[in-house]
């Protein structure tokens, strides 16, 4: 014999009592009507992409399978604004304040070079090993930090930068902490003049998959090995990142690659048009 356990309340008589068993047997029947039914519609759906799937054309499967995920795994220098010179050395730039400490604190190391465009509000730019560069990566990491400065917000066409080695920047000044996301450079500087603000977006071949890439205009894509296969040039405008990554989705033939208007709102510095 089964034994069901019922809880009564003691303030209320055995007719309110039964009600209220009645309700919650009324409300758990509705609750497992409910489940069955979101159960059904699942099992429908599954069914259905899986009839979808099936239907697909061999050139359709190939071309999803080509979509790119911005959730995919990265390396530690492309939470920052990134990218590889042409002769391959890394550069990275913070995106904000609190980065441009974080490059200077954890990646500024013994052989780099810091960039900084000679503005009021630029990123820190560091060229990884850059001691060791030839003059070109030394040019697209100039204009690598005068695209991302103030001069770009500006609409500036050129600007000037420098750079210097890790000796030469620090965070206090004498004896005073230097505010969030400022240095101070001592030493003689190297500067690039009136460097053009000028950047690369484009789809990049990659181990056969087509990505989105960034890069300073001034790239020696001549003598990489990197396969750009279409690009646009940009320079500060005055059409919005929205609807200018929206433009530029178009003119690359973008469709295909996922969230792409996402990813290269991420890699405009600010309003920009074709150049």
Same mark, same amino acid.
């Given at each position: ?95 904000d304040a609190q980065q441009n400490d974080q490059l200077f604190s954890k990646h500024l190391e013994e052989g780099d070079l810091f960039f900084h465009a000679d503005v009021h509000g630029a990123s820190a730019v560091i060229l990884k090993k850059g001691t060791q560069a030839n003059e070109q990566s030394l ?48 030493? /003689? !500087? @190297? ?6 603000? *000028?950047?690369?977006?484009?789809? #990049?071949?990659?181990?056969?998959? +087509? ?28 059409? /919005? !990142? @929205? ?6 989705? *178009?003119?690359?033939?973008?469709? #295909?690659?996922?969230?792409?208007? +996402? ?13």
């Amino acid at each position: 014999m089964t034994f069901m356990k019922i809880e009564l309340d003691a303030s209320k008589t055995a007719n309110e009592n039964a009600q209220a068993q009645f309700q919650k047997a009324k409300e758990a029947k509705e609750k497992k009507a409910n489940l069955e039914n979101e159960i059904s519609e699942k099992k429908k759906q599954l069914q259905e992409e899986e009839k979808s799937q099936k239907s697909l054309s061999k050139e359709e499967k190939e071309i999803q399978k080509k979509r790119i995920r911005i959730l995919e795994h990265k390396e530690w220098y492309q939470k920052f604004q990134s990218f590889h010179t042409s002769e391959g050395k890394i550069v990275i730039a913070g995106r904000d304040a609190q980065q441009n400490d974080q490059l200077f604190s954890k990646h500024l190391e013994e052989g780099d070079l810091f960039f900084h465009a000679d503005v009021h509000g630029a990123s820190a730019v560091i060229l990884k090993k850059g001691t060791q560069a030839n003059e070109q990566s030394l040019k697209e990491a100039a204009q690598f930090s005068v695209i991302y400065s103030s001069a770009w917000k500006g609409m500036l066409k050129v600007a000037n930068t420098y750079y210097v080695d890790k000796d030469h920047v620090e965070k206090y000044s004498h004896g005073e902490y230097v505010p969030k996301g400022g240095f101070m450079i001592r030493g /003689e !500087k @190297k500067y690039f003049k009136n460097t053009e603000l *000028k950047l690369i977006i484009g789809i #990049e071949r990659i181990n056969n998959v +087509e990505k989105l890439t960034y890069l300073p205009a001034s790239f020696d894509l001549m003598h990489s090995p990197r396969h750009v296969l279409r690009k646009v040039i940009l320079q500060p405008g005055e059409t /919005e !990142k @929205k609807q200018m990554a929206s433009q530029i989705v *178009k003119k690359l033939g973008a469709e #295909e690659i996922e969230l792409a208007e +996402e990813q290269i709102i991420q890699m405009l510095p600010g309003n920009c048009e074709f150049a």
